[in-house]
């Protein structure tokens, strides 16, 4: 047997000229969602996408499609021929099994709300709901209410078929991940930062995560929770990947600056180092879980000499928020109990006592005295990556930061050498 969804977008269908990209990429990413539940047909028809899957997927398929930005709500539908007398057996057996629910749960009052994309459909949309409101009346003995119904009957009249269904499943809106493009999300094992991303996500982005460490090796990142919220937030975004940075080598060649400069100093270099790498990975941007004078180091005045001399934008979605409003988004996307597991980060060694209004001019000495241009290589030479499947069962792969820094490199190289040969820049 097979079951069926309607899923509706929301923003998507604003975007005018533009629409079909983003809801080529919607539909690549519900796809995507739903692709290891075995026989699933997606198919777009009428401004909304119908989704087909086995009827023993129809629990994990739900739960799949309430993570897919870009989707406003969905519906386990069913379907009807566009003929009045099969619309109204549908509608009949449906509100029929509602009534037979829950004894807590009253079913006694009912109303129809008729959509009619097809208009060369023979009945107009309020005809149509008067009409099948007073046959089930007839039928079930209902009674209508319109304010406050018990149960309300949903029918879309759509180019091949009707859709009937009694309840709507809530989705998270926003954009596809992916349409508005890639960024590099500094990631921390704390509460803001997964939460950060999530929002980035919301509004189309696809992030890559870059995590400064300090265990002894790579391969202890992969097994911490790290890769947990990572996992987290592939079920939302999709694959991806981690780019690993070890804080020694930056540890061992500032042990002389001063305790209260730190943490702006090392945020700055965290920062080139982003920076060098956002460049080298074509990305679009930089994003944080920087919130606004939460901590010493997120005054005005600290973020603005981390930002200093920045090309490339650097965004913080989380910079009005506040500490509750950040804990409860954590809690809803499912990240919160993970960030609450000990882990021992770079933020956790380094002056709990910084400066919070840093002078501009002593984190630039800092960046000179101890070679920041020279430090930002050697960590980015020493950095690994690791890749995750987005939710599915793989293992993540481990490999140097210079192997998928070259292969970028080459497929730079590969589009150059095109756009020679067919005469123009690219």
């Not at 539940?37 to 994990?60: A, I, M, P, S, Y």
């Not at 800092?366 to 930002?376: D, N």
Request: overall charge positive; aromatic content about 8%.
């Amino acid at each position: 047997m097979r079951s069926q969804f309607v899923v509706h977008y929301g923003e998507v269908g604003t975007k005018g000229d533009n629409r079909v990209v983003f809801e080529s990429c919607l539909g690549k990413n519900i796809r995507w969602s739903l692709a290891d539940l075995g026989k699933v047909e997606v198919r777009k028809l009428n401004q909304r996408f119908l989704v087909t899957v086995d009827e023993d997927r129809v629990q994990e398929a739900r739960g799949r499609l309430a993570n897919v930005f870009g989707v406003a709500w969905f519906a386990q539908v069913e379907s009807a021929p566009l003929q009045y007398g099969q619309i109204l057996e549908k509608a009949t057996a449906l509100l029929g099994s509602t009534k037979a629910g829950e004894e807590s749960k009253p079913r006694d009052t009912f109303r129809v709300s008729v959509r009619r994309p097809n208009k060369s459909f023979e009945m107009r949309s309020q005809d149509l709901a008067r009409k099948l409101g007073e046959d089930i009346i007839a039928a079930l003995g209902l009674k209508v209410n319109l304010s406050s119904p018990d149960t309300e009957l949903f029918v879309d009249i759509i180019s091949d078929r009707g859709l009937l269904y009694v309840e709507r499943a809530k989705g998270p809106g926003g954009l596809p991940v992916g349409v508005t493009g890639r960024v590099l999300h500094m990631l921390s094992g704390g509460i803001d930062s997964p939460a950060s991303a999530w929002l980035m996500m919301k509004r189309g982005c696809k992030p890559v995560y870059l995590h400064f460490y300090i265990a002894p090796a790579p391969q202890s990142v992969v097994d911490s929770k790290i890769a947990d919220l990572v996992r987290s937030l592939s079920s939302f975004g999709g694959g991806t990947r981690v780019i690993l940075i070890p804080f020694a080598p930056y540890q061992l060649a500032t042990q002389e600056l001063p305790e209260d400069f730190e943490p702006t100093v090392f945020r700055y270099f965290m920062r080139l180092v982003a920076e060098r790498l956002a460049e080298d990975l074509e990305f679009a941007a930089i994003s944080t879980g920087d919130n606004l004078a939460q901590v010493a180091s997120q005054t005005l005045y600290n973020l603005s000499c981390i930002d200093r001399g920045c090309s490339i934008p650097t965004l913080r979605p989380l910079l009005g928020y506040d500490k509750d409003e950040i804990v409860q988004l954590a809690k809803r996307i499912g990240t919160y109990e993970t960030s609450l597991r000990e882990y021992r980060d770079c933020c956790s060694i380094i002056s709990r006592h910084p400066r919070t209004r840093m002078r501009w001019d002593y984190v630039e000495e800092s960046a000179r005295r101890f070679r920041f241009g020279e430090l930002v290589t050697q960590c980015i030479s020493m950095g690994s990556v690791v890749s995750f499947g987005g939710g599915r069962e793989r293992p993540p792969l481990l490999e140097p930061l210079d192997a998928l820094l070259g292969r970028y490199e080459r497929k730079r190289a590969a589009i150059e050498l095109v756009g020679k040969r067919h005469g123009r820049d690219v």
